[in-house]
């Protein structure tokens, strides 16, 4: 089982273009959440997946941020137009029925935008 | 309302000096608590869990309903213990509720 994987792990975007982050669950993990952590900030909850179902988006911001997990493939959280406050480290994590509660996380990605 | 409070941001100890970080919940119900813990330039990682009771890498962690606290304790710092930590609960629907996180340094 690789684990969660995020990628790409560094991704540079100039203000005004869009950002594309991608998290393959692991094997098995229907459940996928989102995360982001700005520099020397804690972790924030963005949104909360099921395959093809948002459950919880309480913490994303209304405006340029969507996120999905389709049937097939993984979970995108897309990112329009950024700006330089979008700069940050978005996690991704996944759990399953059978893991107690417990969330599983990828590596990240460290969002730069210039 | 559901909540979890790690009133410090910074915690900084000498090698060798005991270490507790604070973690208080506000939860209706019977809560799952964890703590995870965060490596420099690594991934989030699970420490240790309330059910499963253990001690991991010297970290313990009690329950105390009466306080609803989950402090995590560790009687002898060592440099590599240095990490964000962060406790979290699990409420309903597969979700965990986020303490703002502790950043632990181990001073040599």
């Known amino acids: 089982n690789a684990g969660v994987m995020q990628n790409p792990r560094h991704l540079v975007r100039r203000r005004g273009q869009e950002a594309r982050l991608r998290c393959s669950p692991m094997?098995?993990?229907?459940?996928v959440y989102w995360y982001r952590q700005l520099p020397e900030e804690g972790l924030k909850f963005m949104v909360y997946?099921?395959?093809?179902?948002?459950?919880?988006e309480s913490g994303m911001p209304k405006e340029r941020f969507s996120a999905e997990f389709p049937k097939e493939g993984p979970s995108i959280l897309r990112i329009q137009q950024v700006v330089r406050g979008d700069s940050a480290a978005y996690f991704c994590?996944?759990?399953?029925?059978?893991?107690?509660?417990?969330?599983?996380f990828g590596a990240g990605t460290r969002l730069s935008v210039l | 309302a559901q909540r979890v409070t790690q009133p410090e941001k910074l915690l900084s100890v000498f090698k060798g000096a005991p270490v507790e970080l604070k973690c208080n919940y506000s939860?209706?119900?019977?809560?799952?608590l964890f703590w995870y813990v965060q490596y420099s330039r690594q991934r989030l990682q699970l420490l240790l869990r309330?059910?499963?009771?253990?001690s991991i890498k010297g970290f313990t962690a009690d329950l105390n309903k009466g306080e609803t606290s989950f402090h995590l304790k560790k009687p002898f710092a060592q440099e590599e213990d240095s990490a964000m930590y962060y406790c979290?609960?699990?409420?309903?629907?597969?979700?965990?509720?986020w303490g703002a996180g502790t950043k632990l340094i181990i001073k040599p």
């Open positions: 994590a996944s759990s399953g029925t059978g893991t107690g509660g417990i969330q599983y």
């Open positions: 094997k098995g993990h229907s459940h």
């Open positions: 997946l099921q395959k093809e179902n948002i459950i919880d």
């Open positions: 939860y209706s119900g019977s809560p799952e």
């Open positions: 309330h059910i499963s009771r253990e």
């Open positions: 979290a609960l699990s409420g309903s629907n597969y979700q965990l509720i």
